[in-house]
């Protein structure tokens, strides 16, 4: 994390471009749930009820920021990355242009490298959420559960990609956040469907590899 700090430093610098202390901002975020989710284990091996709901619903309203930077993406949107020419008809030439701007390609991969590494640690916390959740509870509740996290998730990007607002607003500015979610069209319910299936299509996967790998081993 604090490699993607400096690269995201010298970006800022080369580019003057505020974007890159927002990635490192969102990657700060990212790592949160798997800190939380810890403390939450400790709390469970202590038998501590009511901690460990707390550290469980903390959780709950952090873990949207780990997959919350597949959204970053959008920040390329305005790079031309490749374009076409026109080419005599019986050229061997295919018409494409790439970009030879380094720093456009710079971009894509450092959004790129914030995103891989938030998505990886924020499914490893999923999974330990997972493992809580069915070492106390029924198959049926701890699917309903991993169902449930991932729609809230997809409600919670939705909520911070177009509101704008943050984790903590839950708390400290609730009836705003309410008035502008009661406003959600039809687009929000399309988008929220989407990235719902998104996270359970990552974590399935993220699931199969890592289980995969500790078989191997």
């Known amino acids: 994390m604090f490699m993607y700090f400096c690269i995201c430093l010298v970006m800022l610098f080369k580019s003057t471009d505020f974007l890159y202390a927002m990635l490192s901002w969102n990657v700060l975020l990212a790592v949160l749930p798997l800190f939380i989710v810890g403390k939450a284990i400790v709390t469970v091996g202590q038998r501590k009820i009511g901690g460990s709901i707390f550290w469980m619903f903390l959780w709950l309203f952090f873990f949207p920021n780990s997959v919350y930077m597949v959204t970053d993406f959008i920040h390329i949107s305005n790079e031309k990355f490749m374009w076409m020419i026109e080419v005599e ?118 699931r199969t590899f890592r289980k995969q790998s500790m078989l191997k081993i």
Do not use: H
Not at 105 to 123: D, E, P, Y
Not at 137 to 150: D, P, T
Not at 156 to 177: A, E
């Open 89 to 206: 008809r019986y050229s061997q030439d295919s018409g494409v242009v790439y970009s030879n701007d380094i720093m456009v390609w710079a971009k894509l991969f450092v959004i790129g490298m914030g995103f891989f590494f938030s998505i990886l640690v924020g499914l490893e916390s999923f999974y330990i959420f997972e493992q809580i959740i069915r070492k106390n509870y029924s198959k049926i509740i701890c699917y309903v559960s991993i169902f449930g996290v991932a729609l809230l998730t997809g409600i919670g990007v939705y909520i911070g990609r177009f509101l704008r607002f943050n984790s903590w607003d839950i708390l400290f500015n609730p009836l705003q956040l309410l008035k502008q979610v009661a406003e959600i069209d039809e687009f929000a319910i399309q988008f929220i469907i989407a990235f719902t299936i998104f996270v359970l299509g990552s974590y399935i996967l993220f």
